[in-house]
């Protein structure tokens, strides 16, 4: 079960990464889908910086995705143990970048305000994680850093579930896009933190109970 869940992750952050890059770097660099949904701003979009906040945006969002995946896996953690020490600061680095982007944009989320308050909270939430997880490291509290970085890379998986969530509403069920994005949003904060205790439940329900490759 272990081995096919960590395989599901794999496989899902590959489509996800590669499907981000398709999207923003080739087939609409310039966001301008995205942009257009964005409508009545308390302030204009400073385009060219707003595309390069965005674009290290997603770079390091996905540098967070792939380094956290490498550091699940026993084998590494046991026989690997500088690049297990140098690839978790990696993926902190890459967090805290993602979060200090994802706060410039904040105030031209789509829906407004709402939105806004909205990525904050999660920033906030996810750096709060990330540095819970350091705290029991450092405490050698070896069990509690795992299920604290398990509850933080669920935290990797945010653009990927807005996304998939706005897309259900506005396309399967006819709501408003701003609508859509709004349920988007909040409900990519709840289920993130309902399938990070579920994953806990499960797989990581006792001390031995760890994903390996």
């Given at each position: 079960m272990r081995k096919?869940?960590?395989?599901l992750m794999l496989a899902?952050?590959?489509v996800f990464i590669g499907y981000s890059f398709y999207a923003n770097f080739i087939h609409d660099?310039?966001?301008t889908g995205f942009l257009g949904h964005k409508v009545a701003l308390k302030r204009p979009i400073n385009l060219p910086v707003?595309?390069?906040v965005m674009e290290v945006h997603i770079v390091f969002a996905c540098v967070a995705l792939v380094s956290g995946a490498l550091n699940f896996p026993s084998r590494i953690v046991q026989n690997y143990r500088k690049f297990h020490k140098f690839n978790g600061y990696l993926?902190?680095?890459s967090v805290v970048i993602v979060?200090?982007?994802s706060g410039y944009m904040a105030p031209f989320s789509t829906g407004g305000k709402i939105n806004s308050v909205a990525f904050n909270l999660l920033?906030?939430?996810w750096l709060g994680m990330t540095i819970a997880a350091i705290a029991q490291i450092k405490r050698k509290q070896i069990d509690k850093h795992r299920k604290w970085m398990v509850r933080s890379y669920a935290f990797c998986y945010t653009n990927m579930f807005i996304h998939l969530i706005t897309y259900v509403c506005h396309n399967g069920f006819g709501m408003a896009y701003e609508t859509?994005?709004?349920i988007g949003v909040y409900g990519t904060i709840l289920l993130l933190l309902v399938i990070a205790e579920i994953v806990l439940g499960t797989i990581y329900r006792h001390p031995k109970g760890r994903l390996r490759a």
């Open positions: 096919h869940f960590y395989a899902v952050a590959a660099p310039q966001a707003w595309l390069t993926y902190v680095a979060d200090l982007t920033n906030i939430i859509s994005y709004t």
